[in-house]
C-alpha cells in the first residue's frame, strides 16, 4: 500500500509503543505546534503511550507533556532548549520508552544523552532552517550536523513530503530509512453551509507575515479582485515583521482584515465562514518541499486554495490557479471567476473530499505503522 510515495508494510510488532517526542516548537504559541498536539493525541487513541517533551505549556491532553524551558533569544533558543531537555531526560527512566523521536534542531545537541540512554530514536524535521542572515548559516550548520549524526547513529527519520526526502538526500547524502509524514488537518466543527459568494467573497490568510512568504501579494490579488469587480474581504490570521503593514493597510482598506494573532478555535471559526484559501508562498525551495499546516486547514472548512503553482503548494491534482503565463494573482482571480459563475458547493466538496487525505487521524496511524517497523530489526 503507498500514501504520498511512501511505501507503508504490515508490520509484526505486537502491542503499544511506547513514544517519547522531544520537540524544539513552543506548545501554545507556535501555530505550527499543532503538528505535534494532535499527532501526540492521535497516537495516544491508537493505544500507544506519547511523552511529548517541549517548551511552552499545554493542559488536559491524553498525553503527557514535559515542558522544556529555552531562551527565545536567536542562536541561543535551540542550545537553551537541548540543556533544558538533557537535564529532564536524565532523570528518566528510559526502560519505560520504546523510541524516541527528536527534532533535528536537538538531535547533534543532544548526542551525548542519546549515547547514554542507548535507545532507538529516529530524527524527525518538520522543515529546515528559514532564519536569515548569519542565524540562518548557524541553523544550517546544525541541520546539517543532524542528520549526519542521524544515519550514523538513529533507527531512520521523517520529513514532510516526497520533495523534502529528495531535499535531505539530496544535501547530506542520507541513505538511512526516510518516511512521510505531512501536516494534516481535524474536521472544522463549526463548518455550515457556505453563503453564496456571488455578494460577498471571503478569503483568508493563516500562517506567519514575513517577508519570504510572498504575503504582501495578498495586496495585489485584493486589487486585482476589486478590478474585476468582485466584492470580497479577506481575512488575514497571523503575526511576523509584516504584521504593521497589514495593520496600517487594513486601515485604509474595506477589503483587508487583519485579525493578529488568534487561537486555533477562532481560526476554525473564521475559516468556516469564507471561501478561498491563500497560499502565496513563492515556488523556492523552502516551499516547494514543505507540507503548510494552512494546505490541510483550508481543505478541511471547504476552502477554494489559491496561490502559485508548485508541489508543496497542493496535493494530488488539486488546481490553485488558471495558468496565465506564470502570474498566479491573475491566474487564480480567473479560477474564482469561473468557480463563482457554477454551485459553489461543488467547491466545498472537493476540498472537503481532499482534505480526507490530511486526517490526522490517518497520518497518525501511518506514523504508528511506521515506528512499529524501525523497532523490527528485519524491516526495510
Given at each position: 500500500?503507498s500514501?504520498?510515495?511512501?511505501?507503508?508494510?504490515?508490520?509484526?510488532?505486537?502491542?503499544?509503543?511506547?513514544?517519547l517526542?522531544?520537540?524544539?516548537?513552543?506548545?501554545?504559541?507556535?501555530?505550527?505546534?499543532?503538528?505535534?498536539?494532535?499527532?501526540?493525541?492521535?497516537l495516544?487513541?491508537?493505544?500507544?503511550?506519547?511523552?511529548?517533551?517541549?517548551?511552552?505549556?499545554?493542559?488536559?491532553?491524553?498525553?503527557?507533556?514535559?515542558?522544556?524551558?529555552?531562551?527565545?533569544?536567536?542562536?541561543?533558543?535551540?542550545?537553551?532548549?537541548?540543556?533544558?531537555?538533557?537535564?529532564?531526560?536524565?532523570?528518566?527512566?528510559?526502560?519505560?520508552?520504546?523510541?524516541?523521536?527528536?527534532?533535528?534542531?536537538?538531535?547533534?545537541?543532544?548526542?551525548?544523552?542519546?549515547?547514554?540512554?542507548?535507545?532507538?530514536?529516529?530524527?524527525?524535521?518538520?522543515?529546515?532552517?528559514?532564519?536569515?542572515?548569519?542565524?540562518?548559516?548557524?541553523?544550517?550548520?546544525?541541520?546539517?550536523?543532524?542528520?549526519?549524526?542521524?544515519?550514523?547513529?538513529?533507527?531512520?527519520?521523517?520529513?514532510?513530503?516526497e520533495?523534502?526526502?529528495?531535499?535531505?538526500?539530496?544535501?547530506?547524502?542520507?541513505?538511512?530509512?526516510?518516511?512521510?509524514?505531512?501536516?494534516?488537518?481535524?474536521?472544522?466543527?463549526?463548518?455550515?453551509?457556505?453563503?453564496?459568494?456571488t455578494?460577498?467573497?471571503?478569503?483568508?490568510?493563516?500562517?506567519?507575515?514575513?517577508?519570504?512568504?510572498?504575503?504582501?501579494?495578498?495586496?495585489?490579488?485584493?486589487?486585482?479582485?476589486?478590478?474585476?469587480?468582485?466584492s470580497?474581504?479577506?481575512?488575514?490570521?497571523?503575526?511576523?515583521?509584516?504584521?504593521?503593514?497589514?495593520?496600517?493597510?487594513?486601515?485604509s482598506?474595506?477589503?483587508?482584515?487583519f485579525?493578529?494573532?488568534?487561537?486555533?478555535v477562532?481560526?476554525?471559526?473564521?475559516?468556516?465562514?469564507?471561501?478561498?484559501?491563500?497560499?502565496?508562498?513563492?515556488?523556492?525551495?523552502?516551499?516547494?518541499?514543505?507540507?503548510?499546516?494552512k494546505?490541510?486547514?483550508?481543505?478541511?472548512?471547504?476552502?477554494?486554495?489559491?496561490?502559485?503553482?508548485?508541489?508543496?503548494?497542493?496535493?494530488?491534482?488539486?488546481?490553485?490557479?488558471?495558468?496565465l503565463?506564470?502570474?498566479?494573482?491573475?491566474?487564480?482571480?480567473?479560477?474564482?471567476?469561473?468557480k463563482?459563475?457554477a454551485?459553489?458547493?461543488?467547491?466545498?466538496?472537493?476540498?472537503?473530499?481532499?482534505?480526507?487525505?490530511?486526517?490526522?487521524?490517518?497520518?497518525?496511524?501511518?506514523?504508528?505503522?511506521?515506528l512499529?517497523?524501525?523497532?523490527?530489526?528485519?524491516?526495510?
Amino acid at each position: 500500500m503507498s500514501f504520498w510515495g511512501v511505501v507503508i508494510y504490515e508490520s509484526s510488532f505486537a502491542g503499544t509503543v511506547n513514544i517519547l517526542w522531544i520537540s524544539g516548537r513552543r506548545m501554545g504559541e507556535d501555530l505550527a505546534s499543532s503538528t505535534e498536539d494532535f499527532l501526540c493525541s492521535e497516537l495516544t487513541e491508537l493505544g500507544n503511550n506519547v511523552t511529548l517533551m517541549s517548551p511552552g505549556s499545554i493542559t488536559d491532553r491524553n498525553y503527557t507533556h514535559e515542558q522544556i524551558r529555552d531562551y527565545r533569544v536567536s542562536g541561543l533558543t535551540s542550545i537553551s532548549g537541548a540543556i533544558a531537555a538533557s537535564k529532564i531526560l536524565s532523570g528518566y527512566e528510559m526502560k519505560e520508552f520504546d523510541i524516541i523521536l527528536v527534532d533535528w534542531r536537538y538531535a547533534y545537541l543532544l548526542r551525548k544523552s542519546l549515547q547514554k540512554l542507548d535507545l532507538p530514536w529516529a530524527i524527525i524535521d518538520r522543515g529546515p532552517p528559514v532564519k536569515k542572515g548569519v542565524f540562518n548559516n548557524l541553523q544550517k550548520w546544525f541541520w546539517l550536523r543532524a542528520w549526519k549524526y542521524s544515519e550514523e547513529n538513529s533507527v531512520g527519520g521523517f520529513v514532510v513530503s516526497e520533495k523534502h526526502r529528495d531535499f535531505v538526500i539530496g544535501l547530506t547524502g542520507y541513505t538511512g530509512n526516510l518516511r512521510v509524514v505531512p501536516a494534516g488537518s481535524i474536521k472544522n466543527n463549526f463548518l455550515e453551509v457556505k453563503e453564496n459568494p456571488t455578494d460577498l467573497l471571503r478569503l483568508a490568510y493563516v500562517g506567519q507575515l514575513d517577508g519570504r512568504r510572498g504575503v504582501e501579494d495578498i495586496f495585489d490579488l485584493s486589487d486585482s479582485l476589486t478590478t474585476e469587480g468582485i466584492s470580497h474581504k479577506i481575512h488575514v490570521c497571523g503575526s511576523g515583521d509584516r504584521g504593521k503593514i497589514f495593520l496600517e493597510r487594513s486601515k485604509s482598506s474595506e477589503s483587508l482584515v487583519f485579525e493578529g494573532k488568534l487561537s486555533h478555535v477562532e481560526v476554525l471559526q473564521i475559516l468556516s465562514r469564507c471561501h478561498v484559501g491563500i497560499m502565496p508562498m513563492p515556488d523556492i525551495p523552502v516551499w516547494r518541499i514543505s507540507s503548510t499546516l494552512k494546505l490541510a486547514e483550508y481543505l478541511a472548512s471547504g476552502l477554494l486554495v489559491v496561490g502559485p503553482e508548485h508541489p508543496g503548494n497542493k496535493i494530488g491534482g488539486l488546481r490553485i490557479s488558471n495558468s496565465l503565463g506564470g502570474d498566479w494573482i491573475e491566474g487564480s482571480v480567473s479560477l474564482i471567476k469561473e468557480k463563482m459563475e457554477a454551485d459553489w458547493s461543488e467547491v466545498t466538496q472537493a476540498s472537503l473530499h481532499h482534505s480526507e487525505e490530511l486526517s490526522w487521524d490517518n497520518i497518525a496511524e501511518r506514523l504508528g505503522r511506521d515506528l512499529h517497523l524501525m523497532l523490527e530489526p528485519t524491516s526495510s
